[in-house]
């Protein structure tokens, strides 16, 4: 079966670190992978895709992903966490096959502290 | 633009009882998109429309579930004789017809809460 993982339920870092919230699929073929955050009551904002060509993207907020295809993993980067960052975290997978329903990790928490 | 809109944004009600969310996508967006999402669970896909048409069903819409497009605008989701089961965040997502920038993204409402007693 088709399927996303995020490995981790939170993850916890410090105002100025950098931070990573991996992503690891389980998809066939080229698939089309995404980032969304959601705020407290509140629906998913779009971040940043992979499509095709370079494997490292550039999103909103200064975030970033790595496409790693050997890995099957995509894993959302910043070089230097806000407070403001403070949010859920899902990462998604589109399958490109007859269907065109996005397909969803469980979420990963970021906390980032001051 | 305003974005994708929905209306209820929360929504409570009792087992048994009958339920409509409505959804506006934004403009031009031609495809359409219902996903339900449980406490500490991604959002599942529930059912998607192109223009007028639903050319997709997830099996998690049961035949308590109808979903409808009429126009190729706005979207309705109404869930028949409610279940405690069905409490979730219902949300719709829209994106633009193929060939147009952004195509292959999805752009979320704010989504429904529902909570059935």
């Known amino acids: 079966a088709q399927s996303v993982a995020q490995p981790e339920d939170q993850v916890n870092v410090a105002e100025g670190n950098p931070l990573t919230v991996k992503c690891t699929y389980s998809v066939s073929g080229n698939p089309y992978l995404f980032w969304y955050v959601q705020y407290p009551n509140r629906g998913l904002q779009f971040l940043l895709k992979?499509?095709?060509?370079?494997?490292l993207v550039k999103g909103s907020y200064g975030f970033e992903a790595e496409f790693n295809k050997s890995q099957t993993s995509f894993h959302l980067k910043k070089p230097s966490a806000l407070v403001s960052d403070s949010a859920l975290y899902f990462c998604?997978?589109?399958?490109?096959?007859?269907?065109?329903?996005?397909?969803f990790g469980k979420g990963t928490t970021l906390s980032v502290s001051s | 633009d305003t974005g994708v809109s929905q209306d209820p944004r929360h929504k409570i009600t009792k087992r048994g009882q009958n339920v409509t969310f409505r959804c506006d996508p934004i403009?031009?967006?031609?495809?359409l998109y219902w996903y339900r999402q449980t406490l500490g669970q991604g959002p599942e896909f529930l059912t998607y429309?192109?223009?007028?048409?639903?050319?997709?069903k997830s099996r998690l819409l049961s035949d308590r579930f109808s979903a409808e497009r009429p126009k190729g605008s706005f979207s309705t989701l109404e869930i028949q004789r409610t279940e405690q089961g069905d409490s979730a965040m219902y949300l719709c997502?829209?994106?633009?017809?193929?060939?147009?920038?952004?195509?292959?993204?999805?752009?979320f409402g704010p989504g429904t809460r529902l909570t059935v007693l």
């Open positions: 992979y499509i095709t060509g370079d494997n």
């Open positions: 997502a829209s994106s633009p017809p193929q060939g147009i920038e952004d195509t292959d993204t999805q752009y």
């Open positions: 998604a997978v589109d399958p490109r096959e007859a269907g065109t329903a996005l397909i």
């Open positions: 403009s031009e967006h031609n495809r």
């Open positions: 429309f192109q223009n007028e048409a639903q050319l997709e």
